[in-house]
């Protein structure tokens, strides 16, 4: 550090509130006083007297929230580079060092270890559930100001530079105070389609080259011969593919979205390679091309005709610039997209990305193609001409509905489909597969459901023609319930023309996924997938889909951490996916088949979310198999992904952590199978208990108004209805998302919980032999710690007072009462056997989180107050008729519901 530097300016950026603080003065000299004393956020007890509540105020603590959240995540990146600058790697659990250390005490070599490492394969999938769905402006203003929280570390600044970086800070505080944190009309799904396209074109090409850094540099920390083989990281989309109760994603934005991903990803592929023309400036006097190497030049030069010739007349006597011009006239941009030698598939550039690496290593320029070739490949095999893979998910009783009018209208007798048993829908089924006829002419009148799934199949087919199948991902069938869920799919591809002729007969080029979210589906999918396995359309589809892609065979299946967890609660939800992965597995090993697993995780704890290293250490053995698909969501996508380096960091914990809990899986001894068995008990028993709750007499109503379920269904967030099915109010009905989302709003947190006290309670009281051996495994046995420390975090969040606060909205004194007796026992239960399972409480087991909800408690108390005082006004409001002053009350509760997410940094 230079003399000049500002040693106080620089301890200060790395504090949680820097930026908050600069926030406050910002506001003080905007004129905005008031706010600005009002804003006790990193100052604990400093607001004596209750807020004056005002739109303003309610966005300004919105901002300071995330604020704070963007320092904290400053902080911890700096804390994780000091422990790697000091050999201190190997303690940042998930990394690179943490799995090669666990990998090498395994007996693992070098070779072994960079075969695991380049056998796997990542795919995160941005989902269409934003909770948060900021526009691109508020994202490049955080964007902006994540960077220049980062240029204060620079070493080289002077004390005026530093204090110029501060001013630029309150400047693009400014931006951000004057454009406003939340959305005050619903998004639609281009705006959503706008947000996952900034982390898909903005941010993630430019995280994959640290991510490469990171690899070599552990890998040389651990002294391990030769170099790294890149694990493969590729992305997914749901938004504008997602259509289960979405009445707004339609053929014609599915169509609309896969030609934007292509767009972005052609203008990734053309810049990259005109920055690849600027530093490969290589002579052929200093050093004569491979023959290959030329064969290929001239050979492009030819079939590109006039824009080969022009593409050559450039950079004269300079081969590797010229094959780059080349590489650029071939790309199918605009006009030139069916020109003659332009590239039909993204293959076609990976292969010259490939002959072109190699021609550097034949002329001795390993370095060149290390630091200038295999961050462009990376980049490519990430994103080729696509993107992203889109997948299509529906609901099976919407297909129901599209199969019983396309029966209708091929006179196949389909009159009350829906209701039929399942031997009589897979008889039918089946007979119709064996058949090419379709059951409408294309030029048929399709109406309703019908309509709506064969438009979106047959826009499927036309991009399927065009481009090929790289940006089509899987056909997902959400709440499958039996065989024929999963076959109709193929029926309605024959029908849309979406079928491939083999010499064995006919298949399906997009993967058939179910999806099982609800307990009784988890229990069943064993022998629902045995069934579909051993279907000839489904051998004959995989054997196609592992011919093209050079695999074993696999099949794709999904499992729903969010319904589960409705469904069952918290405990049984873990427990049942575990053992449904492990049955599903042994079903695919008795196919010869690898089962992929889709892994349907939300942004919250009750929907599967959590600390990267423990959920994939807690999977079963062989579910993982090198390959790791899972879904992020929500406010999640924004916290791991803003910024280049976080971004980095968290696809280094995907990708390190499948290659060490694939290699390396933990065990618990000779005792696995007992505490297994002890598992299936407690599963049983916290299951029943949470049913009870749901059950008991009034709880709707208590739901409905001790949480702010209605104002949520009323708010903008997201462009999806929260309900599957408008008009019903079951909670069966109701989308996990905002089931758990007003749960935390009131700080009751009640789905990550209930129901675990009581079964371990129970344990404990009828076998303790039994509860003795499970807390003597509490931490070294992973699926029983992960969702221990599942529950353990989603206590820790908890508020008793703002809890009874929100309860005290329930109008019937004796509901009220019913309910709250069994969540307050329930509560107290649970936290004394999970801290006795700990041996520890909660705030010496997870400081850094009790910490936070510690510093955060104030201010949040005070957004709950003012939310609470608006539900009040409000929910009698809204049979009054007044527009107005509802929408206004409205427009309030939004800036609080968005403001208490921002933080406690969870929502659905």
Sequence with gaps: ?????????????????????????????????????????????????????????????????????????????????????????????????????????????????????????????????????????????????????????????????????????????????????????????????????????????????????????????????????????????????????????????????????????????????????????????????????????????????????????????????????????????????????????????????????????????????????????????AFGFHLAC???????????????????????????????????????????????????????????????????????????????????????????????????????AREAGLMEETPDGPICPMPVTPLFETIEDLERSPEILSTFLAHPMTQRSMAYHARRNGTALIQQVMIGYSDSNKDGGIWASRWVLYRAQQALVKVGEQYGVRIRFFHGRGGSISRGAGPTHSFLRALPPKALGDDLRLTEQGEVIAQKYANRMTAAHNLEMLAAGAAGATAAWPTSGGDADKLASIMDRLSKQSSEFYAQLINTEGFIDFFGQATPIDAIESSRIGSRPVRRRSGTRTIADLRAIPWVFSWSQARFFLSGWYGAGYALEALRNDDPEAYALLESHATDWPPLYYALNSVAISMASVDREVMEQYAALVEDEAIRERCMDLIRSEFDRCRERVEQMFQAPLDQRMPDLCRRVSERRDSLRHLHNRQVLLLKQWRPLRDSGDAAAIEELEGELLLTINAIAGGLGSTG
């Design 1 to 381: 550090m230079t003399s000049a530097q500002d040693p106080q300016l620089i301890r200060a950026s790395h504090a949680p509130t820097f930026l908050v603080e600069c926030f406050r003065e910002l506001l003080e000299e905007l004129g905005e006083v008031e706010i600005a004393r009002q804003l006790p956020i990193g100052q604990p007890g400093a607001l004596s007297e209750p807020p004056q509540w005002s739109s303003k105020l309610t966005q300004a603590y919105s901002i300071a929230f995330q604020l704070q959240a963007m320092a904290e995540e400053n902080v911890e990146m700096q804390q994780r580079r000091t422990k790697r600058d000091g050999n201190d790697a190997h303690h940042v659990a998930g990394s690179w060092e943490y799995n090669f250390a666990r990998m090498r005490d395994a007996g693992m070599d070098a070779d072994a270890i960079r075969q695991a490492v380049g056998q796997v394969r990542v795919e995160p999938v941005l989902t269409a559930h934003p909770t948060e769905a900021k526009r691109r402006t508020v994202l490049e203003h955080h964007r902006q100001l994540y960077l220049h929280l980062i240029m204060l570390e620079n070493s080289m600044f002077t004390r005026r530079e530093q204090s110029e970086v501060r001013t630029d800070i309150k400047a693009l505080l400014e931006q951000l105070w004057r454009t406003g944190e939340v959305l005050l009309e619903k998004p639609t799904i281009a705006d959503e389609r706008s947000n996952v396209l900034h982390y898909l074109a903005g941010v993630f090409p430019q995280a994959l080259l640290p991510l490469r850094r990171r690899l070599e540099e552990a890998w040389a920390a651990f002294d391990l011969a030769g170099r790294p083989q890149m694990p493969r990281v590729t992305f997914g989309v749901w938004v504008g593919g997602d259509r289960d109760g979405h009445p707004l994603v339609t053929a014609e934005v599915t169509e609309e979205t896969l030609m934007d991903l292509r767009a972005h990803a052609l203008t990734l592929a053309r810049d990259n390679l005109l920055e690849l023309t600027k530093r490969l400036s290589l002579s052929d006097f200093l050093q004569p091309p491979p023959e290959d190497f030329l064969a290929r030049l001239h050979a492009m030069e030819t079939i590109l005709g006039e824009a080969g010739r022009a593409a050559v007349a450039r950079n004269r006597a300079e081969p590797w610039r010229q094959f780059i011009n080349l590489m650029m006239a071939a790309l199918p941009i605009g006009a030139r997209e069916s020109a003659p030698g332009v590239y039909e598939r993204a293959g076609e550039m990976e292969a010259d990305l490939a002959l072109m690496r190699k021609s550097l290593v034949a002329i001795g320029a390993d370095r060149l193609a290390e630091r200038l070739l295999d961050p462009i490949i990376d980049q490519h095999v």
């Design 390 to 492: 889109l997948d299509i998910r529906q609901n099976s009783e919407f297909h129901d509905s599209a199969l019983t009018e396309l029966l209708r209208i091929g006179g196949g007798g389909g009159e009350g489909y829906a209701t039929w048993p399942e031997a009589q829908r897979r008889g039918l089924l089946n007979r119709e597969l064996e058949s090419p006829r379709p059951f409408a002419h294309a030029e048929a009148v399709l109406e309703g459901e019908a309509h709506t799934v064969m438009a979106c199949y047959r826009t499927l087919n036309r991009h399927y023609r065009l481009y090929g199948g790289d940006a089509l991902g899987a056909l997902i069938v959400s709440m499958t319930r039996d065989v024929s869920d999963l076959l109709v799919i193929y029926l309605f």
